[in-house]
């Protein structure tokens, strides 16, 4: 997925209303030790977390007397509808097919097959669904930071070509309109990160 796409989803989910709070992972023997919460502008909705210890996602709804299940689940449900969620979900799904067709426990056919159909359809609000949405974007957050991070003393850009695979580059500098015009002279500039996380 294009690192455009990435950042241009995580748009569409904030103009919605929602977002991830406490965010925070560690990497451990059998995996990440991880956890976030989804939430709905103060509404936390829904805590998906990991051990670490090699098992699977769990997912904490987080009801209250004042926010009953029956309003998170109209929530979620809101959230799924989110055509930036359902790509999401749909990029996870066929990514872990991917898996399946590297480690040759699928033919070609077979991913070609499966990828179709999750084209073709609408994700279902379920606890997987909701744990993959949550862990996708928790992956996007951290990318996030760390371009943000990156952007406090250096310009960052994309190169024609290298949006696809996620690639991106930065040049220690103030960024104004002539360090800018100078990295273009340099180097075959598509875009500046800058441009695209501004309010994110």
Not at 84 to 91: E, G, P, S
Not at 170 to 178: E, I, L, R, Y
Request: glycine letters at 8%; proline letters at 3%.
């Amino acid at each position: 997925m294009s690192l455009k796409t990435q950042l241009t989803y995580l748009r569409e989910i904030k103009a919605a209303g929602f977002k991830l709070v406490g965010s925070k992972s560690i990497n451990t023997h059998d995996g990440a030790c991880w956890e976030a919460t989804l939430a709905f502008g103060t509404q936390k909705l829904v805590r998906v977390s990991n051990g670490g210890y090699g098992g699977p996602d769990e997912t904490h709804v987080l009801a209250t007397p004042k926010l009953p299940l029956e309003v998170i689940r109209k929530q979620i449900a809101t959230f799924f509808a989110i055509p930036a969620v359902q790509q999401l979900l749909k990029a996870s799904q066929m990514e872990m097919e991917g898996y399946s067709l590297e480690f040759k426990t699928i033919t070609q056919a077979e991913f070609d097959a499966k990828k179709a159909a999750i084209l073709a359809n609408d994700v279902p609000v379920s606890n997987q669904g909701i744990e993959l949405a949550v862990q996708a974007m928790a992956d996007l957050y951290q990318s996030l930071a760390n371009i943000k991070r990156k952007l406090k003393t250096s310009i960052c850009y994309v190169k024609k070509g290298g949006d696809e695979k996620g690639e991106w580059y930065s040049c220690k500098a103030s960024d104004t309109p002539d360090n800018r015009a100078y990295i273009r002279k340099r180097d075959d500039v598509d875009y500046f990160l800058a441009d695209l996380v501004a309010g994110l």
